[in-house]
Each structure stands twice: as structure tokens, then as C-alpha cells.
């Protein structure tokens, strides 16, 4: 069946050095691929997304690179700051079934002041 | 926009009794709503697919006379749990697709229903 694989599990650093989270996707028809920070207890949050169509994406401090061939795709937040403490969730469509969501299994992202 | 919210918040009950959360999209419509189980620390699991006007569709292992899930509306659907036992204690999480927007893949959760079974 469908899978995302999410690495690491756990990720921690000092604030404003760079953090990556990477993923893989089983699903070859998957076209669709958010990124979602999730703070505890609440919902989750998309920061990112990225389309089968496109290589890379940036928004201010955080990037998103895909690469289809490979199934991969990778979360990457530059200049980390304590408020980017939190759950993060990768996820991929899948074609079975109303483009469902396939997610990863997190990445806790502490960054130390 | 896209707000979708759920109602209750949180709720605790007795082993054996029934509990509806409701999902509801409030300034779109969504023929497609999802719905998620996490168990702390882990993933959100996704258990079933809504679709106004027919029956959901259920992941594989998530038993539909258990969960049960109504799509009557547009802008509304509501999963029961029924005859809840402590193992169904968990965070569940909706989340509604707009529909007729070009992003087709896009999905918006709610805040999620805390589900605490005696």
C-alpha cells in the first residue's frame, strides 16, 4: 500500500543554524506534497507544499525541494528560531481514493535558545 | 477563509456509550471531508473519506459499524463512535477539501475533538 517514510524522528538544534527533515513516498502517482507544523494538542498547520510539477519552493525561511525520480522530497527551515519548536508532518497524495493524504510519522524539532 | 471548525472540543464519557463529533466547513463547501484518529505522539491516521450524499469510505482496519460517519451536508459531517471503549481514547481530526477550487489537493483541518473513554 501507499507509504511515507519521514526522517528523523527526532531533530534538535541551536537557534539559527538549519534543520532538515526529509521524506519518501511510495506512490508513484502522488502529485501533491504539503509540509504541516503541528504545536501540541492543536491542529495541524501547512507551512509548505509542493506539485509533482515543480523542483523546489521557498517561502522566507522555509524551502521545499521534490525529486520525483528518486521519490524524495525535503523539508529545510534556515535560521531556526525557538518558535519553530514543534511537530512536523510530511505527507503525500495518494490517487486511491479521493487524493487522499498519506503522512509521514513526524519529526519533533526542538531549537535550543 | 477556510475555517473549519469541530464540535466538542473535548469529551469524556462512560465505556459503552455513543459520542458525535461534528465536522463542519464555514465559509465553503466541501463535498470531500476526512477524517484522522492521532494517538499521542504519533501520526495522524486516516480513517475514512466523507463524501456528501454517499457512504464513506473507510481505511483498511477501521471498522465502519464502529465509526460511523454522515455526510448530510455540504458544509457538515459528523462521525460516531459508538459503544466506546478506553482504547478509542485519542485526538480526532477532521479536515474538509473546498470544493470547486483549482488546489483540488488542498485540505483544511479542524482544531481536532479530545476523546477521553472511562
Known amino acids: 500500500g501507499e507509504n511515507v517514510e519521514q526522517h528523523p524522528s527526532t531533530l534538535s538544534v541551536q537557534e539559527g543554524d538549519s534543520a532538515v527533515i526529509k521524506c519518501t513516498y511510495s506512490?508513484?502517482?502522488?502529485?501533491?506534497f504539503p509540509w504541516y507544523k503541528q504545536e501540541l494538542g492543536k491542529r495541524p498547520q501547512l507551512i509548505i507544499d509542493i506539485r509533482s510539477n515543480v523542483g523546489e519552493k521557498k517561502d522566507q525561511r522555509i524551502a521545499v525541494t521534490l525529486n520525483k525520480t528518486a521519490k524524495h522530497f525535503s523539508l529545510h527551515i534556515t535560521e531556526t528560531q525557538p518558535e519553530d519548536s514543534a511537530v512536523y508532518f510530511c505527507?503525500?497524495?495518494?490517487?486511491?481514493?479521493?487524493?487522499?493524504?498519506?503522512f509521514g510519522a513526524g519529526t519533533r524539532l526542538a531549537v535550543h535558545p | 477563509g477556510a475555517v473549519v471548525s469541530q464540535h466538542p472540543s473535548r469529551v469524556i464519557c462512560k465505556s459503552g456509550t455513543s459520542v458525535k463529533i461534528e465536522c463542519r466547513s464555514l465559509?465553503?463547501?466541501?463535498?470531500?471531508m476526512f477524517w484522522y484518529r492521532q494517538f499521542p505522539k504519533q501520526s495522524l491516521m486516516l480513517m475514512a473519506t466523507?463524501?456528501?450524499?454517499?457512504?464513506?469510505?473507510?481505511e483498511q482496519g477501521v471498522e465502519k459499524d464502529k465509526f460511523l460517519i454522515n455526510h448530510a451536508s455540504l458544509t457538515l459531517s459528523t462521525l460516531t463512535v459508538t459503544s466506546a471503549h478506553p482504547e478509542d481514547s485519542s485526538f480526532y481530526i477532521c479536515s474538509a477539501r473546498p470544493q470547486g477550487r483549482g488546489d483540488y489537493n488542498e485540505q483544511f483541518f479542524g482544531p481536532g475533538t479530545r476523546l477521553t473513554v472511562l
Open positions: 466523507s463524501n456528501e450524499g454517499s457512504k464513506a469510505t473507510y
Open positions: 465559509d465553503f463547501q466541501a463535498t470531500t
Open positions: 505527507a503525500a497524495s495518494s490517487r486511491g481514493g479521493y487524493n487522499k493524504l498519506i
Open positions: 506512490d508513484s502517482a502522488s502529485n501533491y
